[in-house]
């Protein structure tokens, strides 16, 4: 009797076993479009997944954040202490941002205590932003967390996405440096001018160039 090669035969409770893992993979997937298809714009553009930029609610909440920046930049503003207050929705210790700043909704930004930020930042806060206590940037520095598709069918209809961007405590930013969508720095990192950072830098380094890459380890307190 000629038996099936292994490659071709399995036994039937293997069959069953992968069929139902994979009605369970289905389901779990036609689940998560539930869930996807029932959120609002905000919703899923918080949540990483691709959202229409154009939507109702977005483009108001742009709106008024541009309404404080325009505000918070003018040589002659009002209160700008206040004016950050309202953009970030709450009174964050010790914080000084050096006019110009410019940032897309404000409210998904988190800082920490005693954060400085030079002249002429920007945050694309689509995805949220949290810095730590005690953090300094140089200018011209940009926190990007928005994305664009890279199958030219979805960019063409508009679409987005955004990943969080997460600064430890105590880091020291350099003059002219781009964090790019979903990237984490460490505790006590230093990243040196006009490196472009697109991976995860540890705590307690010394990092820079383009793509950013870490040059050395920190001692804290014997440096």
Known sequence: MKFPGKSSWK????????NARANREDETE???????????????????EYYDPQDA????????????????NHPHGEDKGRLLDMLFGYH??????????????????????????????VFLDVARITIGDDVFFGPNVSLITVNHPIDPVKRRQGLEYAEEIRIGDNVWVGADVTVN???TI?????????AVVVKDVPANVVAA????KVIRTIEPGRE
């Open 30 to 48: 036609a689940t998560f479009m539930d869930e996807v298809s029932g959120m609002t714009e905000k919703e899923k553009m918080l949540r990483g």
């Open 209 to 212: 160039g383009n793509p950013c």
């Open 186 to 194: 460490g505790d006590n990192a230093v990243i040196g001018s006009g």
């Open 181 to 183: 969508p979903g990237v």
């Open 92 to 121: 964050a210790e010790g914080l000084s941002i050096r006019a110009p700043f410019y940032c897309d909704y404000g409210i998904n930004i988190k800082v920490g205590r005693n954060f400085y930020a030079n002249y002429n930042c």
């Open 57 to 72: 609610t977005l483009v108001h909440l742009r709106e008024n954040a541009q309404n404080l920046m325009n505000q918070y």
């Open 11 to 18: 036994h039937p409770s293997s069959i069953a076993l992968l």
